[in-house]
């Protein structure tokens, strides 16, 4: 792709990060340039072509430009770097290393490297000279924080190849020779360990991406047990402000069963980044023993940073978690808020003067989402191993509204739907994902179904779904006696819905901030389940309305009670066999 | 306005608009200043030759003929130790009859704290009003805004905070500020003895509206010279932040932009975060705490403003009438601070978490309760219990005029926990019950 003569240009109109640019020579829809302020070169991107009229959107603040500045094109799109040293990188959106920045405050115009070049890694062969080899195959491995990270021939590569030589076990810096490939045309092409893609274009490289059957374990109730994700699976994470999508997503990067954990805080606050920062050193990986950050990765373009590099901020993210899985590993890619880069797209397209579709975004909204969602998944790679991309995404509606087009474009898009409701934050029921409103698709696939009878246990999703048809019977009975009054239904409604607020405390409430509470292994979730049912599968008989919640506030104490305690401690089963006691007193 | 010597100086106005107007000119940077007839001006758009200047005072008797000077550099504020005590305008003149400022020419609207170079923030502020300190406990470095109708005494809460808070220095940002409001806080702060500590620039709305859109910049300039430079706790109260945003709507629409929801510009999400993520603890113990109000109309938070400033800021605090007790409450369900984990439990006494859940939990069962009597049910006796626990809690702990240390707070907790519930229905895990329980 590299031009022999770069396209030059000069600016000839400004309006915020939206540059109009008069050209002398071919360019690209999305190709990089580079705009010369002084001693400063702002990096931009190609958005749209008008003749010799070129708009760009500029990463950096335009303060200060002059028209007649000159820009310079780049012959590529956005890419990323790619090579051992990713893992535990805070990134800014273009995958600049910010650690590596000077000062305080972010310097315009300053790009660092996303790797370090200095640094040597224990590089293993796994090919063998003579091998054929395309795009994507393992040629060697290094240690990255225990991961096997694997050396691939790069995924620009197209065509098949001959392995000429490799390199011997031993210690390398990214950047030396580990192999020589010959192409069919017998040139010899050198490859080190480092390679680039353009982040807008999926990675591919894989045999086939069947539908995703095995859990992803979140250590979260109201997911694993009621709507579980898959690995390489997709879902959404909708809710007005205040309602715990942050939370919920940061609980689910501490605890699920992933290789790697990718976090793309995109638009959102810095704060809620330092956290991470400040937490996930400190953390273990009950997997692995090591810290949390060391399977981390942080794409940072938080909310007062660049508009148009927060929009590629989640395709930076997509792009390294597409390279982790061309390695045969289990990736957990995390957007907070994907409502945050479809503003970035609203900006830029209202700069442009675009027809805007509905609420002024752009008319495409619901194509770029799909696209992207698309390109998570579980694959089985070349050589038959597997890896997988499971992607989480929140979204902001405005106002609340879940009629808003981010939301129903992402509905669209992904199979798990975790609707937070504004009524059980404000109850303080976290996490406030609606249990009527929120589903999984993943619970009809019969792949899955099987998982679970093989994994769990025959009547799983039986259980599952009784569940979910006590906690509607539960809101139903409610309404009800909202309706008619406490004592103008019979005795039974007041048991059929307090059996769901058994529910409801004991399964789904789960309070992140509490030590034990906060993670629920599978294994937990599945003994707390039963013993919930047993207790609302009993009959029992009460003189008064009033009895039934008093005997269930008690009831779901105890419960309460167990999940502060370790699983199966004395004072879990002190909590329990006092549960046993009331209900043996009440039971008929 | 300065002048400077030998600048070229655009007689030719092309266009002109309620707040814009364009002229030919060469040379000019994006975002530069310049004078259009004695009015201070920015660049908000070049095309070619075109030059669009947004004029801050409105363009009312601007002829075309008027003398335009570009000052070839972005508004500006000079900072120093001085800057304490006196009382400036939007662009940073003094208003207070004292002398110019002697200091450093500083850019307004810098650069961003690279989000690897910020400190978790973890210094409680104590305020005394429970609705605050026990529900939704602040921390230094925070951003926060009051969500209030416009009835509402924000300002005097705003106040009474800043005070309470042992800040180095309070920043205040007025916009679209009343006269009388102005003076309250001229007085309020100067009766506390507290006017040495105190930056203010202050955009009333006796001043063009326009103007109002530097106002936030200013304060938060002045502050990262305290917090960065010489090291302070800084607490900058920005009121009222719904004007600014008023403010924004206007230049956009008459920018012909695309509005999005509620006539706002599509970017408002941006414009107020850039703002508001100012917010900062600083590793070398500095600190920018935000305090801010967003007036609301009717009680509406899914009104665009507010609706972006609640996905920005690290929760809010919402204001509303008790009618039960006739008092002004920090309301516990549509309030938040989503810095108080890293500080409840932690700086405070172990059972505070817990003890705030269950209140809280407690007061929306009354709220049910209420409902139900409302819809002409009979009261349960658990019903009954609820609605005077909320009643007493909401007179004690939630009222703004609460003023207490977090200890007491706890206690007064537990003793209406203990007054009106049992341990079951209460419901918090058993050690602190056995610690705090009483009768
Ligand atoms: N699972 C939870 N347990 C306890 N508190 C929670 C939980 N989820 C959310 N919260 C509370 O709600 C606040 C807001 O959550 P957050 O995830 O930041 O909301 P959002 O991202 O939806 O705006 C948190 O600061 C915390 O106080
Ligand atoms: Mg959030």
Request: proline content about 4%.
């Amino acid at each position: 792709m590299e031009k022999e003569n770069k396209t030059t240009g000069i600016v000839v109109g400004i309006v915020a990060n939206l540059v109009m640019v008069e050209v002398n020579g071919p360019v690209a829809q999305n190709e990089i340039c580079f705009i010369t302020l002084g001693d400063e070169r702002l990096m931009a991107e190609v958005i749209k072509v008008i003749g010799k009229n070129v708009y760009v959107q500029v990463f950096e603040s335009t303060r200060g430009l002059k028209p007649g500045s000159v820009v310079e094109f780049q012959g590529h799109m956005l890419e990323v770097t790619l090579g051992p040293g990713i893992l535990s990188k805070n990134y800014d959106g273009l995958q600049n290393d910010l650690d590596k920045m000077e000062g305080i405050f972010l310097n315009r115009g300053e790009y660092t490297d996303p790797l370090d070049r200095d640094t040597k890694w224990s590089f293993k062969p796994v090919a063998t000279v003579g091998d054929e080899v395309k795009a994507g195959d393992w040629l060697g491995e290094v240690d990255e924080n225990g991961q096997p990270h694997k050396i691939m021939v790069p995924f620009k590569m197209n065509g098949t190849f001959k392995l000429k030589e490799i390199a011997g076990e031993g210690e390398y810096t990214v950047d030396e020779q580990i192999a020589v490939v010959t192409d069919e045309n017998n040139n010899d092409i050198k490859l080190t360990m480092v390679q680039k893609w353009p982040v807008k274009v999926a990675v591919g490289g894989f045999k086939e991406k069947p539908r995703p059957f095995r859990l992803l374990e979140t250590g979260v109730r109201c997911m694993d047990t009621l709507n579980p994700i898959t690995e390489g699976g997709t879902g959404f994470i909708p809710g007005p402000f205040g309602t715990g999508k942050t939370v919920l997503q940061h609980a689910i990067s501490k605890q699920a069963e992933a290789d790697i954990v990718i976090i793309a805080a995109c638009g959102e606050r810095a704060n809620e980044v330092v956290e991470i920062f400040a937490e996930f050193p400190e953390l273990d990986d009950p997997r692995t023993g090591k810290k949390l950050i060391e399977r981390t990765i942080i794409i940072a373009n938080t909310s007062n940073m660049p508009v148009a590099a927060r929009e590629a901020s989640v395709y930076t993210a997509m792009t390294i978690g597409e390279y982790y899985r061309a390695m045969g590993l289990k990736v957990l890619l995390m957007a907070d808020s994907t409502s945050r880069w479809a503003q970035a797209l609203r900006e830029m397209s209202n700069r442009l003067e675009e027809l805007p579709g509905p609420d002024a975004f752009p008319m495409d909204l619901s194509a770029i989402i799909s696209n992207f969602y698309s390109r998570a998944g579980f694959v089985y790679l070349n050589n038959g191993q597997t890896g997988s991309i499971t992607f989480i995404g929140t979204v902001s509606p405005a106002g609340g509204n879940l009629k808003e087009p981010v939301t129903e474009s992402t509905r669209k898009a992904a199979r798990c739907f975790y609707g937070l409701s504004q009524a059980r934050a404000d109850g303080k029921r976290y996490p406030a994902i609606d249990p009527i409103d929120s589903y999984s698709k993943y619970l009809e696939y019969p792949e899955v179904q099987e998982h679970f009878a093989k994994n769990i246990s025959e009547d799983w999703l039986q259980n599952v779904l009784d569940v979910k048809d006590i906690l509607l019977r539960g809101k139903e009975t409610m309404e009800q006696i909202n309706i008619l009054g406490d004592d103008g239904v019979p005795i039974n409604f007041h048991e059929t819905f307090w059996k769901s607020e058994l529910i409801d405390f004991v399964i789904l409430q789960q309070d992140a901030f509490d030590s034990i509470d906060a993670s629920t292994p599978m294994e937990r979730q599945k003994y707390m389940l039963s013993k919930v049912l047993e207790v609302v599968g009993k009959k029992y008989s009460f003189d008064h309305f009033e009895d039934v919640s008093s005997f269930f506030k008690q009831i779901i104490n105890e419960f309460k009670q167990m999940n502060y305690s370790e699983f199966k401690n004395d004072k879990f089963f002190h909590h329990q066999e006092a549960l046993e006691k009331l209900i043996n007193e009440r039971a008929n | 306005m300065e002048s400077q010597a030998f600048q070229k100086v655009y007689t030719k106005l092309t266009n002109i608009t309620k707040a814009t107007v364009t002229l030919k000119a060469t040379d000019v940077g994006y975002d530069e200043i310049a004078s259009v007839a004695g009015r201070m001006a920015q660049v908000v758009k070049i095309t070619g030759e075109d030059i669009t200047l947004q004029i801050f005072e409105g363009t009312e008797g601007v002829p075309t003929n008027a003398e335009v000077s570009f000052l070839g550099r972005p508004p500006q504020l000079k900072v120093s130790d001085e800057l304490a005590g006196r009382f400036f305008n939007s662009y940073g003149d003094p208003i207070d009859g004292g002398p110019e400022i002697q200091g450093e020419l500083r850019d307004i609207g810098s650069p961003s704290v690279n989000p690897v170079r910020r400190k978790q923030p973890s210094q409680l502020i104590a305020t005394g009003i429970a609705g605050i300190d026990l529900n939704n406990t602040l921390v230094s470095g925070q951003k926060i805004p009051f969500f209030a109708d416009p009835d509402q005494p924000y300002n005097q809460v705003m106040a009474n905070v800043a005070l309470r808070a042992k800040a180095d220095k309070i920043i205040l940002g007025g916009m679209g500020l009343s006269n009388d409001d102005y003076l309250y806080f001229k007085n309020v702060f100067d009766n506390a003895g507290a006017l040495d500590r105190i930056v203010s620039f202050v955009n009333t709305t006796e001043n063009p509206p326009v103007e109002r859109l530097l106002v936030p910049d200013m304060a938060l300039t002045a502050a990262e010279y305290f917090a960065v430079d010489k090291n302070e706790n800084v607490l900058v109260l920005l009121t009222d932040m719904t004007l600014y945003a008023d403010a924004l709507s206007i230049v956009s629409n008459r920018m012909d932009q695309i509005p999005s929801k509620d006539s706002m510009p599509g970017s408002l999400y941006s414009d107020l975060a850039r703002i508001y993520e100012k917010a900062v603890q600083f590793p070398s113990g500095g600190s920018i705490t935000i305090i801010a109000v967003t007036t609301l109309s009717g009680g509406d938070i899914t009104h665009a403003i507010p609706d972006n400033t609640g996905y920005i800021t690290e929760g809010q605090l919402f204001l509303r009438r008790d009618s039960e007790i006739g008092k002004v409450i920090v309301d516990p369900f549509r309030s938040l601070s989503r810095l108080k984990q890293l500080v409840i439990g932690k700086k405070t006494r172990e059972d505070h978490p817990q003890v705030m859940n269950s209140a809280i939990r407690l007061y929306a069962d009354a709220a049910n309760a209420r409902t139900k009597l409302e819809n002409g049910f009979d009261l349960t006796d658990y019903d009954e219990r609820t609605l005077d626990f909320a009643k007493e809690y909401s007179d004690r702990l939630l009222a703004i005029d609460v003023n207490v240390d977090i200890d007491t707070m706890l206690n007064i907790s537990w003793g209406l926990f203990g007054k009106y519930f049992s341990k079951a229905e209460v419901a918090i895990r058993e050690n602190l019950v056995e610690k705090y329980w009483e009768n």
